[in-house]
T-cell receptor, first 115, second 112 residues
Framework: GAGVSQSPSNKVTEKGKDVELRCDPISGHTALYWYRQSLGQGLEFLIYFQGNSAPDKSGLPSDRFSAERTGGSVSTLTIQRTQQEDSAVYLC?????????????FGSGTRLTVV | SQQGEEDPQALSIQEGENATMNCSYKTSINNLQWYRQNSGRGLVHLILIRSNEREKHSGRLRVTLDTSKKSSSLLITASRAADTASYFCATDGVQGAQKLVFGQGTRLTINP
């Protein structure tokens, strides 16, 4: 597609429920990144994919968070047993090269609210 | 601790004035990038400067990089109301990591 697409754009869920966030990167971009941004804060790295593999999962805050990427394209970030502190905007980005030599293209994010 | 730290955290100026934002970082990098974010949503890539470059221009944007001081600045000349946004610096290649590390951002407000 022309840009990075994320869905849903907004998600309100009850504490304890599981949620899935989806990211469709730019076609042909091999690198895909997930970040989290709390209100008024900077971006917190979660995980990145090179193809379908995830060489760096160091930013996942707990074992309730997992992500996968299939076919070198779509990625899903899953949060199990959501907690109120999970409320944030979850941003996905893709790039042609993992070295970021040309910058990332970001999606518009998913605003997750846990009530 | 954060790799990149922007200064100031917030900046308010009159339309037509120049805006300067600074970024400091702690470790060696491959390149440094600046992004803009409107309304807390997706970020837009503005400009990239490599570690062997000292200055780069793009339209009304000028970026400098001083690797000896581990700092960068973003200058927006002749500011417009549409420049109101948050601006983030991001460093690439920190300790060989294949990911961008972002600072906390500067909130820029342009008053008409």
């Amino acid at each position: 597609g022309a840009g990075v697409s994320q869905s849903p754009s907004n998600k309100v869920t009850e504490k304890g429920k599981d949620v899935e966030l989806r990211c469709d990167p730019i076609s042909g971009h091999t690198a895909l990144y997930w970040y989290r941004q709390s209100l008024g804060q900077g971006l917190e790295f979660l995980i990145y994919f090179q193809g379908n593999s995830a060489p760096d999962k160091s930013g996942l805050p707990s074992d309730r968070f997992s992500a996968e990427r299939t076919g070198g394209s779509v990625s899903t970030l899953t949060i199990q047993r959501t907690q109120q502190e999970d409320s944030a905007v979850y941003l996905c980005a893709s790039s042609l090269f993992t070295a970021g030599g040309r910058g990332y293209t970001f999606g518009s994010g998913t605003r997750l609210t846990v009530v | 601790s954060q790799q990149g730290e922007e200064d100031p955290q917030a900046l308010s100026i009159q339309e037509g004035e120049n805006a300067t934002m600074n970024c400091s970082y702690k470790t060696s990098i491959n390149n440094l990038q600046w992004y803009r974010q409107n309304s807390g949503r997706g970020l837009v890539h503005l400009i990239l400067i490599r570690s062997n470059e000292r200055e780069k221009h793009s339209g009304r944007l000028r970026v400098t990089l001083d690797t000896s001081k581990k700092s960068s600045s973003l200058l927006i000349t002749a500011s417009r109301a549409a420049d109101t946004a948050s601006y983030f610096c991001a460093t690439d290649g920190v300790q060989g990591a294949q990911k961008l590390v972002f600072g906390q951002g500067t909130r820029l407000t342009i008053n008409p």
